[in-house]
């Protein structure tokens, strides 16, 4: 059963998101909603104590959203045939989604601003 309460929109490659005050988990957005992201990143297993916030920029671009509030809903490994065979142990893919905390409404504005200048179409 689907528990998404907003549509996600696929964002664009050159977005992306980093996790915990010391950016241990950063990769490229795959989808973002009002609501919050999926991002997948190549890991050795080092974790950052505090998960806390995550931001979201673009590259080549001046969009920077920093210390989003947000929870962790998922960390999961995924298996992506070109990253293995670029990768070797102990490097890991994986996507984690998170769920974005009450925003204060600069941080709000600044996510409508992402959602519609920096996405591509709707997410399946």
Partial sequence: MEKRRHIRLLAQ??????????????GRVK???????AFEYITNGETDED??????FVSGNDFHLPKVPCKVVY?????????NR????PFVTKQCGVQFK???????AQLR????????????
């Fill in 13 to 26: 490659d050159n977005a992306f998101a980093a996790l915990g005050s010391r950016f241990t988990r950063v």
């Fill in 31 to 37: 989808n973002i909603s009002p609501g919050g992201l």
């Fill in 51 to 56: 998960i806390s916030q995550l931001d979201v």
């Fill in 75 to 83: 960390d999961i490994p995924v298996q992506r045939s070109d990253v």
């Fill in 86 to 89: 670029i990768f070797f142990q």
């Fill in 102 to 108: 009450e925003l204060p409404e600069d941080k709000s």
């Fill in 113 to 124: 601003d992402f959602l519609e200048t920096h996405t591509a179409g709707v997410a399946s």
